[in-house]
């Protein structure tokens, strides 16, 4: 059965305390993993698609990489403005079209 | 470039009650989604659109959920009769094309409270 298990449910960093989301799949016939951000109130903000094992992605604090089971985005020196829902999804080729499997996303809390 | 737009982006009804959710899509975007996200959860797909064809509606609960998307542009989605556990925010989603890597963009959303 397809999975994506998002860890932990919820952190708290201070402002410039680096950390790592993990997000860890089980799926067959991967075509894409995805990072959203979710803001309170408002829809997914696309950040990064990863294609491949060893694939890394940035932009500006966070950096996104990619192992055959799971993919970590990790956030170096964080600011209060990071605080948001992080959400990963996988996209898998089933019969004639692709398909999303969201996580239960990370909630970040970046404090002053 | 428009984003996605949904309305209305509030909605209070009893249960039982009748509700449709509007998704206009960004131009140009052939694929539609309808997710349900419940509160602490991620957003379950409802159904996906391409053009006005539906590609899967396999997690829709098809005797309350319905879905439409005429002309493959704007889309409705409703729900009769509701109940409780159908309080959520309902996500439109689009989408230049389905294939490999094709990132969603994706709407304010509607949150629906059934009391």
């Known amino acids: 059965e397809d999975q994506v298990t998002q860890s932990p449910e919820a952190l708290r960093l201070q402002e410039g305390e680096s950390s790592s989301l993990n997000c860890s799949y089980t799926v067959s016939g991967l075509r894409g993993l995805f990072w959203y951000r979710q803001d309170p109130g408002k829809g997914p903000e696309f950040l990064f698609t990863?294609?491949?094992a060893g694939e890394e992605k940035e932009k500006e604090r966070l950096k996104a990489t990619l192992t055959k089971k799971e993919s970590f985005l990790h956030i170096t020196a964080p600011k209060p403005e990071d605080s948001a829902t992080y959400l990963c999804a996988v996209q898998v080729k089933r019969y004639n079209f692709n398909k999303f499997y969201f996580g239960s996303g990370t909630k970040l809390n970046v404090k002053p | 470039e428009a984003g996605v737009a949904q309305s209305p982006r509030y909605k209070i009804i009893e249960k039982r009650q009748s509700v449709a959710f509007w998704c206009n899509p960004i131009?140009?975007?052939?694929?539609l989604y309808w997710y349900q996200q419940i509160l602490g959860q991620g957003p379950k797909l409802l159904i996906q659109?391409?053009?006005?064809?539906?590609?899967?509606d396999s997690q829709l609960p098809k005797d309350r959920f319905s879905a439409e998307r005429l002309k493959g542009v704007d889309s409705t989605l409703k729900i009769q009769p509701a109940k409780l556990e159908d309080s959520a925010v309902y996500l439109c989603a689009s989408s230049f094309g389905s294939g490999a890597g094709a990132g969603y963009t994706f709407g304010s959303g509607t949150r629906l409270t059934v009391v």
């Open positions: 131009s140009g975007h052939a694929t």
């Open positions: 990863l294609y491949s």
């Open positions: 659109f391409q053009n006005n064809g539906v590609v899967d």
